[in-house]
């Protein structure tokens, strides 16, 4: 069984702060990464994806990736209170014709004003 | 313009009936998923159709029957709802199953059992 491990957290961090959310994969083919946000009651929402090891830069935000470690992190940078919100970390499961997206169960960050 | 959309967005309905959710996607993308999220926001795959085709099918009840007519549509029929079916449900595309842009997700149905 393929699995994707996140810390549910709460993860509580001061605004403009850096926020650190960590994922771990079972699978060691793995060779695509994302990252979504989850605001309360909507849709997850693609922020990031990662398939090299080393970092990954979008304006605040930065993923991380090594596949030796089989570890993913996110890091968000000057955190804002509209930051605030799940992340699920999700990993593509891919062979033969068939793949899917696996989803951690997702760290819920609060930043705090 | 809604790139992933899904109807209807609240369901509330009695044990024992049956009910469907209907997914439509705009983006040209060839593959349809449904994953179901828990009361612990766990996202886990149900379904998935590539090109119309069947292609993933997770230990789902058969009281689950996914449908999909053309490309664009995925639609989700559920038979003799149960109070563990309360959940909310999410449509998704991709523009292959393996695809590396990630998923597009559609905004939920949340269906309560009563």
């Known amino acids: 069984q393929k699995e994707v491990e996140q810390n549910s957290g709460p993860l509580s961090v001061p605004e403009g702060a850096i926020a650190s959310l960590n994922c771990t994969y079972s699978?060691?083919?793995?060779?695509?990464f994302f990252w979504y946000r989850q605001y309360s009651g909507k849709s997850p929402e693609l922020i990031m994806s990662?398939?090299?090891?080393g970092d990954k830069e979008d304006g605040r935000f930065t993923a991380q990736l090594n596949k030796a470690s089989q570890y993913v992190s996110l890091l968000i940078r000057d955190s804002q209170p509209s930051d605030s919100a799940t992340y699920l970390c999700?990993?593509?499961?891919?062979?033969?014709?068939?793949?899917?997206?696996?989803f951690g169960k997702g760290t819920k960050l609060s930043v705090k004003p | 313009d809604t790139a992933v959309s899904q109807t209807p967005k609240y369901l509330v309905t009695q044990m024992g009936n049956d009910k469907s959710i209907k997914c439509e996607q705009n983006?040209?993308?060839?593959?349809m998923y449904w994953y179901k999220q828990d009361s612990k926001k766990f996202l886990k795959i149900m379904f998935s159709?590539?090109?119309?085709?069947?292609?993933i099918n997770e230990t789902v009840p058969n009281r689950f029957s996914p449908k999909s007519p053309d490309k664009a549509h995925l639609n989700l029929h559920i038979n003799s709802l149960e109070l563990g079916d309360s959940a909310v449900y999410f449509c998704?595309?991709?523009?292959?199953?393996?695809?590396?842009?990630?998923?597009?997700f559609g905004s939920g149905t949340r269906l309560t059992v009563v």
């Open positions: 159709y590539n090109n119309k085709e069947l292609i």
């Open positions: 999700a990993v593509l499961n891919y062979g033969g014709s068939q793949g899917n997206l696996i």
């Open positions: 990662i398939y090299s090891n």
């Open positions: 998704a595309s991709s523009q292959g199953p393996g695809h590396n842009y990630g998923y597009t």
């Open positions: 699978d060691r083919g793995s060779q695509s």
């Open positions: 983006l040209g993308h060839d593959t």
